[in-house]
């Protein structure tokens, strides 16, 4: 089944705004991680926040995690286009073996000039 | 790419026959890891190592196998490919448990 399933599954924007992207996951984890993915290229590690953390920040990405309600969100700010691309969340659960991340489906993002 | 690269980058081959991809790494991460990418499925684990000959399956390994012998080479086999292991193959490495993971540009599978 899958651990995490991001809201909404695509999501188009003026270049300048805001772009917030959701997270739900179903059981407890050790940390909850972003990743980005630019058409036919690998995913590329965003953000990492542990459960014990409540927002995180790097340049223009904020993460906020609510353990209570299993879910999170990657907000990115002052969108470009160059941020467009696909967008994943993974969780990495608690009493999981050996690192195995989960991913979800997916955000696609789309950044307008 | 993070010192990742994958090989071949693009594969082409016929229903029945053995498929090998290989994923070599420069940066001596213990954990490597072998996703297939499917429009409407994300990401999904297929075998991962955490060592030299230490392997284990992920969530959809079922016809797959994969071999490490060396710190730096993990190999995902197709014994005997199928059309529904078209796919983009993705391997990834991680230095440590519950650490963010470094992904390799891919393969893309067909099998016709």
């Known amino acids: 089944s899958q651990q995490g399933e991001e809201d909404p599954q695509a999501l188009s924007i003026q270049e300048g705004e805001n772009a917030t992207m959701n997270c739900s996951y179903k059981t407890s984890i050790n940390n909850l991680q972003w990743y980005r993915q630019n058409s036919g290229r690998g995913l590329v590690h965003l953000i990492l926040?542990?459960?014990?953390?409540r927002e995180k920040h790097s340049g223009r990405l904020r993460v906020t995690l609510d353990t209570s309600k299993k879910s999170s969100s990657l907000l990115i700010t002052a969108s470009r286009a160059a941020d467009t691309a696909s967008y994943f969340c993974a969780t990495d659960r608690v009493g999981g073996a050996n690192s195995k991340l989960t991913f979800g489906k997916g955000i696609t993002l789309s950044v307008r000039p | 790419d993070a010192g990742i690269t994958q090989s071949p980058r693009h594969k082409v081959t016929e229903t029945g026959t053995p498929v090998t991809l290989r994923c070599h790494q420069t940066?001596?991460?213990?954990?490597m890891y072998w996703y297939r990418q499917d429009p409407g499925h994300g990401l999904r684990l297929i075998h991962y190592?955490?060592?030299?000959?230490?392997?284990d399956k992920g969530e959809v390994s079922d016809g797959y196998s994969v071999s490490r012998s060396k710190t730096e080479d993990f190999l995902l086999t197709l014994e005997s490919a199928t059309s529904s292991q078209t796919s983009v193959y993705f391997c990834?490495?991680?230095?440590?448990?519950?650490?963010?993971?470094?992904f390799g540009p891919g393969t893309r599978l067909t099998v016709t």
């Open positions: 990834a490495i991680s230095p440590r448990d519950s650490y963010e993971q470094y």
């Open positions: 926040i542990r459960s014990n953390e």
């Open positions: 190592s955490y060592g030299v000959k230490d392997t």
């Open positions: 940066e001596n991460h213990r954990y």
